[in-house]
């Protein structure tokens, strides 16, 4: 015995149980609302047929109206109103018999659209046409009071279609809200079954990876190859002959400062730019002004002279002599120029052997062709996980509805149906 035996003391009813597709269970409950509107199709059909003559006799009315001469009124501003009302009276008259015209099916959708549809207009044109009706009245009363008595029939036949409709809907509400529900999951299922968007993707991110391994293998054999070894020794040699212009540079520095204080006593007895640059250590414009450092060493022997003279007075002259003759004697200033201007000419010749290297934008290429393959990849795998998450709400989504359809179909059909 069961426990509803037990309890209430009668049999738990057993359902029958059947297995069925979407497009079945679709069908089943399309013929299901297909038998039971049959009782009231013919009734739908007939108050269609009485919208007919009522729309062909609005048809002529309005052809009346339109025609009509004004009923002997003179006031121009009311003549110009009335005009422009009845003309768009009419088209809104003349839509709504085009819509009456529309032919209607066997079923029970096509016949509830034409219903909606005419609704629509009627309460459009109950909204709209107050005014200008008030201004026909006054030119064309008895041509617009026929139409408007047309309407009234028109609206009264299709009061009486709604109520067919409605009857329909009440006696079938569990049915209806059965079928909306395998709508519901005949389109989440559609959404599933097309082209998976996130597999898509995936395929993507794979192309693009493929591609960007073979990039990263070419841009490793670049790098492994003696070619760019021997482009990084350039480099090398260059950035060395870099280090020695600025030790040249910080060596001329040096020897000029070690002179700085005569030099600039000398300076105040002559008027000399170059020796400005020597004072202010303007090396750039050294090199350009006295690049074998002709100036320098002439004032440094007039100022040795000087000094024996005792012209140019110096705390430590003897000092400053003896720095003077080496300076002289080696001419220390002239092979620092000319040592630093020969290494710059080999610096640029350098820079060109270096520009000519097409490895270089090889490597620089395919790095740019990495980076813009790592940003599409980032790219489509966030697009990935968002087709993923959007998938996963559509599968849950559609799980809960086929509960739901399942319970329903139960009541509807009065056997338990699982949906295959």
Known sequence: MSWLERIFGKKEEKLEKTKMSLKEVEDFLANKLKKDFEPLKESA??????LQPVASTMQDQLKILEQAPYSG???PMLIRKAVGSRKTFANKMKSLVKQIQKPIGEDMPSILNFHNETAELINVINAKTVREYAFLK????KEAEKIVQSFRQIVEIDKKLGNIVKEFRDSNVQLLKTQGIVTEVLKLTEELEKENEANELEKMLKEIENKNKEIENELKKILDSNEWKTFLEMQKIREDMKISLQNKKSDFIQSVAKLEKPLK?????????????YVQHSFESILSEDPRGEV???????IK?????GKIDLKDSDKFLAVIERTIEDNIIGKILEEYLKLS??????????ALQEISKRKSDLESEISKLKREMEEIKAEKKGAEEGRKRIEADRKQKLKELENLLNNVAGKRIFIS
Do not use: G
């Not at 006593?265 to 640059?277: A, F």
């Not at 610096?347 to 060109?352: H, P």
């Open 45 to 50: 059909k007939k108050e269609h047929a009485n």
């Open 73 to 75: 009124r003179n006031d």
């Open 138 to 141: 006054e030119l064309f009363e």
């Open 265 to 277: 006593k000398y300076k105040w007895s002559v008027e000399n730019k170059i020796l400005d640059h």
């Open 296 to 302: 320098f060493m002439s004032a440094i022997k007039d």
């Open 305 to 309: 002279i000087k000094i024996i003279e």
């Open 345 to 354: 000419e080999e610096l640029r010749n350098q820079e060109e052997k270096i």
